[in-house]
């Protein structure tokens, strides 16, 4: 009878997995740790990276295989006597035996399988040695486990595996809940670990750890393996770019939102089509020219704003802001106000707007107030500031270098569409071809998650709402210097134009998913809404119209949101 081959994985060192699986949590995960290499699994939170760690040691029931040391692995009996340890992450409920002593704990792994009685020599030994290795400040070895601080309370956790000299490490969460210095005291000693031919696998939510430690990276999403990084070509931006779900990740190019643009793209060719159609003084060269200049500010502003949704925020603060800018500008420059140079107010105009960005987004960020009631309350801020500045009355005598950025072009095409145009573009580029735009989905998609990825949640929207501040005075510059006054209602009621514009084209309200492409078209569909009303020759009534027509799309792309995701 011919003897069965051995199974190339019945041979090897290292850590071995084919086709490991558990029901509603992961599948199809298959990977090799070797000696002497430490690699990492990251991933968001819920991707499953701490389940097939547990599932690797035999704690959870599994389908698949698992290999170590060449054995085969089936229970946590096995795992052990084939030199595999894991140094769980919840280590208060699962890793120590808490109102037990520090030298207890360090044996408990030690002992098991050894005789029923203690030599004292062998743990006074052993905890020297642990204690020597990771530093453990402790002030007697009898000492309750619990008396230590986090860091110390982690070293013991690994002392305590690593007194039963294993081969493969199993690491979830090594350095949770401890300070900088246990953590590189934690880090060094992994290190050492797999130098002297240890194979180490590390899950981590921290992506600087996983870049600090690993050889390799494996990136989880959504209970799958999608994909592996070596040291060279891992970063930040790689591993975010495959732990974010598809419709976050992949700079919105998913159907249902290819579909959303589509569909205002259409709904605008069709308006206009009946429009001109109903009246062909509307296809006119001069009424589009003025359609483009009439949407450049929704343009501007909410392009910017889309960044803002996009991680889960809201600002309705936008009208009354660029009132202030408008109101700072002109009394800066007007022949009856300060009468100083443009460059000083176009200078003032863009300074107010950041300055009242960064204000709204300390208040979200570090305040911790939501944003929809920080910025109801910065609107009414802005709006009584600008009241009082122009104290009753018009700004009028703006300097004509002033006002050729709203009333000036280039080849015929306004200064203030060009803007515009140039300004949409960046905010494309920013939201869906850069790193940093990457960084805003994963906050909306996941915020905790994200953050717990090294996403600086905090930071990032304190950067977002200052960029919305300046696409407020960008916009005021250039629309508030098309008219030869400023008075104090300037802006009012512009926040719902440009909120609209952003929902309307799709970027949904939860964070996440959207496009600025959207935007823009849903930019213009808004603004032709009230030109195409008064060529419809509704009269006044078309006001109210507009404002209903705004209402009506604004909730339809709300519901039409919400059944996508619960689809």
């Not at 002497?36 to 295989?65: H, K, N, Q, T």
């Not at 159907?255 to 009246?279: D, F, M, Q, V, Y």
Request: glycine share 12%.
């Amino acid at each position: 009878m011919t003897a069965r081959p051995p199974d190339p994985a019945e041979t090897q060192g290292g850590l071995r997995v084919e086709g490991l699986a558990r029901e509603g949590v992961f599948q199809d995960v298959a990977f090799r740790v070797r000696p002497g290499e430490v690699v990492a699994l990251a991933g968001l939170v819920g991707s499953g990276r701490s389940e097939v760690v547990r599932v690797v040691f035999g704690l959870d029931p599994r389908g698949g295989r698992v290999w170590a040391n060449g054995r085969a692995v089936g229970s946590v009996r096995d795992a052990i006597a084939a030199g595999v340890a894991l140094v769980p992450e919840d280590r208060q409920h699962e890793g120590l035996v808490l109102p037990m002593s520090i030298e207890d704990n360090l044996g408990l792994v030690a002992r098991s399988g050894q005789p029923l009685l203690r030599r004292s020599s062998d743990e006074r030994e052993r905890t020297r040695q642990a204690r020597e290795r990771l530093d453990i400040r402790m002030a007697s070895a009898s000492d309750p486990v619990a008396s230590l601080s986090g860091g110390n309370q982690q070293k013991v956790l690994l002392g305590k595996w690593l007194a039963g000299e294993p081969t493969i490490l199993l690491l979830d969460e090594p350095t949770r809940g401890v300070d900088v210095g246990a953590k590189a005291q934690i880090h060094r000693r992994i290190r050492e670990l797999a130098d002297s031919g240890a194979a180490v696998l590390v899950v981590s939510s921290e992506i600087p750890e996983v870049l600090a430690l690993a050889d390799r990276v494996l990136v989880m999403r959504e209970g799958r393996i999608a994909g592996e990084l070596d040291r060279a070509s891992a970063s930040p931006e790689a591993i975010l770019g495959l732990a974010l779900p598809d419709g976050a990740a992949q700079d919105q190019r998913t159907t249902p939102w290819r579909a959303s643009r589509t569909t205002i793209g259409w709904a605008l060719l069709a308006l206009l089509a009946a429009c001109s159609l109903a009246n062909p003084a509307f296809a006119s060269l001069d009424n589009l020219r003025d359609l483009l200049v009439k949407t450049a500010p929704a343009l501007i502003v909410g392009s910017a704003l889309t960044l803002v949704v996009l991680a889960r925020e809201i600002d309705i603060s936008v009208g009354s802001l660029m009132g202030l800018c408008a109101a700072v500008m002109g009394i800066a420059t007007s022949a009856d106000r300060m009468e100083l140079p443009p460059w000083v107010g176009v200078a003032a105009c863009l300074g107010v707007g950041v300055l009242g960005g960064l204000l709204n987004g300390a208040i979200v960020a570090w305040g911790r107030v939501p944003s929809i009631i920080a910025t109801l309350g910065t609107l009414t801020v802005f709006r009584g500031a600008t009241e009082l500045l122009l104290g009753g009355r018009w700004i009028e005598r703006m300097p004509e270098g002033l006002r050729a950025f709203g009333t000036g072009g280039l080849g015929g095409v306004p200064y203030s569409v060009l803007a515009a145009l140039v300004f949409a573009l960046a905010m494309g580029v920013l939201a869906h071809r850069t790193p940093f735009g990457l960084r805003v989905r994963a906050l909306g998609s996941a915020p905790r998650s994200a953050e717990m990825v090294g996403v600086p949640g905090a930071r990032l929207r304190w950067m977002l709402f200052g960029l919305t501040g300046l696409a407020c005075g960008v916009a005021a510059l250039f629309s508030a210097t098309q008219l030869r006054v400023v008075e104090s209602g300037f802006g009012s009621g512009f926040e719902l134009v440009a909120v609209a514009s952003v929902i309307v084209g799709g970027t949904s309200i939860q964070g996440g998913r959207g496009t600025v492409l959207g935007t823009v078209f849903a930019a213009w569909l808004l603004g032709s809404l009230s030109t195409v009303l008064i060529f419809l020759r509704l009269g006044e009534a078309a006001t109210y119209w507009e404002r209903m027509a705004q209402g009506v799309l604004i909730l339809a792309a709300v519901l039409l949101d919400r059944s996508r995701r619960a689809s």
